[in-house]
């Protein structure tokens, strides 16, 4: 990026303008309204079952409403726009990879490439649905006839010649409206030129009719606002995803994308970087530093150092951030729950006594985890594949799945802390550009694109608080999201509970400067590899990273002065585990190489929770073995 003149700017061929006096930049958020007019029949396949009989149900949204996927409409124009720049030589230039992402045969480098077009789904308008069916079947090309058990069963909500209406929205950020109406143009001749949206379209299934195409183009103000030094150290945020959104678990399929429920710190900070990227009217490409355009600079130059925590799923009348369920807790014979983390070692429980049985045996969580402020929101599957442009059919080998988060009653709780950057007049300007960008929501969250409101408070309460203060001169520490803390290294399959506990006391060791020992644990681990390994750590042998799980404990004394344990608890509190000196020297401190940076939220832990002593067996119920 380069300062052509006083007020003028460049970045990729890019040139914009900013009065640099004001701190305002001429930016539209452009929204499409997108009127696509289908004949009858017309269908969209569902991923869940549809009523008895029925081998082929049209799709449903949450609210029982018929639509046509987002990711259909865009692949449509995507297929629609490559035979266009065909047919006319490269003429006609939509920017394809800007505007809808590289196709997957150009990705090679696993770095995420987001396009500047994020899509809606398509509803239908709810006019003149017809509660029909029809019938296919497959002819038997040796005997003429139709072969045996080959009849398909459709639903067909829209009769045949019947014209039906779909309503979608088409957004992106532009400098100014000659970019805005020729982006418009080409979306309008993309679509035009699509012939059928839906499945069997081969047949005549999904006949386009007509496009009618409406901009709304309202100007960004990207001012932030004047603040004085003296700011606060924690931003309290409620994030409302206003679609349905993926960010992926680690996969056991490979076909299979799972979301999870919890929006990570990193997730976070990359839709924040994506909306600001877009802001600024950069690439998806540009790094974030203080080479920002004003008003930026601030917040680029300590973008890196501001810790976003993760945000966690609550009801909205529930109005409190859940909390991780301990793996100290266990069962008894008849079910009830209890919290051994100050039981000096192991016990019978009960009457008559028995072992307890803890988290990995349950069957059942909902009133453990109700208990702690988790809801489990609802999900929907949906199916996809790659169509081949030759046969126009599904390709070979290109079938996969998202399941996807349905947030409709659901408000995400994070926290961000600015304590690291340093105080007065840097972390006035940092906090107000960050309010400002908050004020724009979050833009291309997780693998579906999906936008959220962001909403800043003066606090949010935890379900249960921590308390610093040690208990019977211990502290209780519970991981609230994943850490790095055990070197995988020394560790192998012959590895015990000696070698693990060795491991761990050596880190807390290490983590509180000799402050703190490990009397005892309750931890569970799991190996993050694959994609994550190849991407951060490209050009290094394979080595998965080993977490330590949300919700392991781990009891702590103070090797010496409770005093001076006290302040590490404290900061661990607030500002998370930092990384391990192991961790540092084999992955860095840098988000492009560490997927689990303490920034990220990783390491973050709640301190002598309630339950540990609310919820301790009580004398006469248990016995030491």
Not at 527 to 539: I, S
Request: aromatic fraction near 8%; charged fraction near 20%.
């Amino acid at each position: 990026m380069t300062m052509l003149d006083g007020n003028t700017f460049s970045n990729s061929g890019t040139t914009w303008v900013y009065d640099l006096k004001e701190g305002k930049k001429n930016m539209l958020e452009v929204t499409l309204t997108v009127h696509l007019e289908l004949c009858g029949p017309i269908l969209s396949h569902a991923t869940a079952i549809g009523a008895f009989g029925i081998d082929a149900p049209m799709a449903r949204d949450s609210q029982d409403r018929y639509y046509l996927p987002y990711s259909l409409v865009r692949g449509r124009l995507r297929q629609s726009w490559e035979e266009l720049v065909e047919a006319t030589g490269g003429t006609f230039d939509p920017h394809i990879a800007d505007m809808l992402g590289p196709s997957p045969v150009q990705t090679r480098d696993r770095q995420p490439q987001r396009g500047r077009l994020r899509f809606s789904d398509f509803q239908h308008d709810g006019k003149g649905v017809q509660a029909n069916v029809m019938h296919r079947i497959h002819i038997d090309p040796k005997r003429g006839a139709v072969a045996k058990g080959a009849m398909q069963v459709m639903e067909s909500p829209f009769a045949p010649g019947q014209t039906a209406n779909f309503i979608g929205t088409i957004s992106y950020i532009t400098q100014n409206n000659a970019e805005a109406d020729a982006i418009l143009s080409n979306i309008e001749k993309g679509l035009r030129w699509t012939t059928n949206f839906g499945g069997d379209r081969t047949v005549g299934f999904g006949r386009l009719v007509d496009v009618e195409v409406k901009k709304d183009a309202p100007s960004i103000q990207v001012n932030p606002a004047t603040t004085t030094a003296g700011t606060a150290d924690t931003l309290y945020l409620s994030i409302q995803p206003l679609a349905l959104f993926c960010v992926s678990k680690r996969r056991v399929n490979p076909n299979l994308f799972e979301s999870d429920i919890i929006l990570s710190g990193g997730v976070l900070r990359g839709a924040l970087a994506t909306t600001l990227q877009s802001l600024c009217g950069l690439s998806r490409t540009t790094v974030i530093d203080s080479k920002l355009p004003p008003p930026w600079q601030e917040l680029g130059q300590y973008f890196n150092q501001i810790r976003f925590a993760h945000a966690f799923p609550a009801k909205e009348s529930a109005g409190r951030r859940p909390v991780v369920v301990p793996l100290s807790l266990v069962k008894d014979a008849e079910g009830k729950w209890h919290d051994v983390a100050l039981c000096k070692g192991p016990l019978l429980i009960g009457d008559p006594l028995r072992a307890p049985s803890f988290a990995v045996d349950w069957k059942r969580f909902d009133e453990v985890s109700c208990h702690f402020g988790w809801k489990e929101p609802e999900r929907e599957l949906r199916v996809r594949t790659a169509i081949s442009r030759i046969y126009r059919r599904a390709d070979d080998e290109k079938l996969f799945a998202y399941e996807m988060v349905v947030p409709t009653g659901y408000l995400w709780y994070g926290t961000v802390d600015l304590s690291l950057i340093p105080a007065g007049a840097p972390r006035a300007a940092v906090e107000a550009q960050l309010r400002a960008l908050l004020s724009h929501g979050l833009r291309s969250m997780g693998k579906t694109k999906a936008s959220a409101k962001v909403a800043i408070s003066s606090q949010i309460a935890p379900a249960h608080p921590s308390n610093p203060k040690p208990i019977d001169n211990e502290w209780i520490v519970t991981l609230q999201t994943p850490a790095l803390l055990c070197d995988p290294q020394p560790l192998n399959e012959t590895s015990g509970q000696q070698e693990l506990f060795a491991a761990y006391d050596a880190v807390w060791r290490e983590l509180s400067s000799g402050a703190l020992k490990l009397v005892r644990f309750f931890a569970s681990q799991s190996l993050a590899g694959d994609y994550l390994v190849l991407r951060f750590q490209p050009n290094q042998p394979y080595n998965p990273f080993l977490l330590t799980d949300p919700g392991s404990v781990f009891a702590l004394q103070a090797t010496g002065d409770v005093s001076v344990a006290q302040p590490v608890v404290q900061q661990w509190l607030q500002k998370g585990l930092s990384l391990p000196d192991w961790a540092k020297q084999r992955y860095g401190e840098h988000w492009s190489t560490c997927p689990f940076l303490p920034a990220d939220g990783f390491g973050e832990v709640a301190v002598n929770l309630p339950c540990h002593q609310q919820n301790q067996p009580p004398q006469g119920v248990y016995r030491a073995v």
